[in-house]
């Protein structure tokens, strides 16, 4: 089984970048669709992009769409979301996620079955 681990996270101004990492241990992360999520103070945790195993296919959430980037380097075992144009609103823990081997790829927390600990993106205005 996968371990992930990120980093990246920090307090930024409204409209800065930032690029968070998941560096993933194993030698299967080829095989696994990976996702980032986030969780708010007081609220769910929600989907904000995932990129398949098999022909890396993205997609993102409608609040991110046009903003944040999901990547992948599987020689490097590491997950990357770079984010522009950062909002107060995104603010929230994000962590990443992987999914069974060759799973299908799903916006849904319970589609991946790993996650890292996550690390805290602030946004101030």
């Known amino acids: 089984q996968v371990q992930l681990a990120e980093s990246g996270g920090r307090l930024v101004q409204a409209g800065g970048s930032l690029r968070l990492s998941c560096a993933v241990s194993g030698r299967t992360f080829s095989m696994h669709t990976m996702a980032w999520f986030r969780q708010a103070p007081g609220k769910e945790r929600e989907f904000v992009a995932f990129i398949s195993a098999n022909d890396g296919e993205q997609y993102y959430a409608d609040s991110v769409k046009g903003r944040f980037t999901i990547s992948r380097d599987n020689a490097k075992n590491t997950l990357y979301l770079q984010m522009n144009s950062l909002e107060p609103e995104d603010t929230a823990i994000y962590s990443c996620?992987?999914?069974?081997?060759?799973?299908?790829?799903?916006?849904?927390?319970?589609?991946?079955?790993?996650w890292g600990q996550g690390t805290q993106v602030t946004v101030s205005s």
């Open positions: 996620g992987a999914s069974a081997p060759f799973a299908r790829a799903g916006t849904r927390d319970r589609d991946y079955v790993t």
